[in-house]
């Protein structure tokens, strides 16, 4: 009789311990997959970060090439433009002289 209840004590400690031991290996796995799941989300997240790093420095070099055109453009235009007026006071110049030497001629056969 003694042993029965010996036996069935045993039984019943050998289950509870593979309970505990399951349960325990169930919160252990658990929790590795929650620590796994965060550092997927982790790396997620610093995947996201570079991939945006890396998008607003394109941006960046984006908005500086467009400035740098422009910049590029304005001083061109400007540089044209000097040299137009450049070429148009030459040519005035020229018909300054023009006018001037018609004139002396007129006055020198005149005279």
């Known amino acids: 009789m003694m042993m029965m209840v010996v036996v069935e ?3 019943v400690l ?3 311990v593979i309970v505990v031991v399951v349960m325990v290996v169930m919160m ?3 929790m590795m997959a929650v620590m796994m799941v965060v550092n997927v989300m ?3 997240m ?8 890396v998008v607003m420095v394109k941006v960046i070099v984006v908005t500086v090439a467009v400035m740098v055109v422009t910049l590029v453009v304005i001083v061109i235009t ?10 148009v006071l030459v040519m005035l110049l020229m ?4 006018v001037v030497m018609v004139k002396a001629i007129v006055v020198v056969s005149l005279w």
């Not at 610093?46 to 790093?53: A, D, G, N, T």
């Not at 400007?78 to 070429?87: A, D, E, P, Y």
């Not at 018909?95 to 023009?98: E, I, K």
């Open 28 to 30: 252990v796995l658990a």
């Open 95 to 98: 018909v300054v002289m023009l």
């Open 46 to 53: 610093l995947l996201l970060m570079v991939f945006v790093v």
């Open 42 to 44: 982790v790396m997620a």
């Open 78 to 87: 400007v540089v044209v433009m000097v040299v137009v007026l450049i070429v």
């Open 9 to 11: 004590m045993v039984i």
């Open 14 to 16: 050998v289950i509870v």
